[in-house]
């Protein structure tokens, strides 16, 4: 059973940092694209960035140059490092194995100005 689990979110001050994680455990994660949405209050789920199997990497323009997605295949892991933080980046953050339509529960992130 493939299960995504995130953590590393908190309360930071605009112009700080947090590293996401998502921890996926299953035989799947080598061969699997994986993803990192996020969804403001009231708003919907937005894409945010995504590493391939190969580990090319995509990224939403809002966050271009200052969010980097990477992936640890020895650990089932893919991680989100956030730079440079500003209050509109305020949100739940979801890690998403989008082959299978598949969501871990979550983390919030709040940034204050």
């Known amino acids: 059973q493939v299960r995504l689990v995130e953590s590393g979110g908190g309360l930071v001050q605009a112009g700080e940092s947090l590293r996401l994680s998502c921890a996926v455990s299953g035989s799947i994660f080598r061969g699997a694209a994986l993803a990192w949405y996020r969804q403001a209050p009231g708003e919907q789920r937005e894409f945010v960035a995504r590493?391939?199997?190969?580990?090319?990497?995509d990224y939403a323009d809002s966050v271009k140059g200052r969010f980097t997605v990477s992936r640890d295949d020895a650990r089932n892991t893919v991680y989100l490092q956030m730079d440079s933080l500003k209050p509109e980046d305020t949100a739940i953050y979801y890690c998403?194995?989008?082959?299978?339509?598949?969501w871990g529960q979550g983390t919030q992130v709040t940034v204050s100005s």
């Open positions: 590493v391939s199997e190969g580990g090319s990497t």
């Open positions: 998403a194995l989008e082959a299978l339509e598949m």
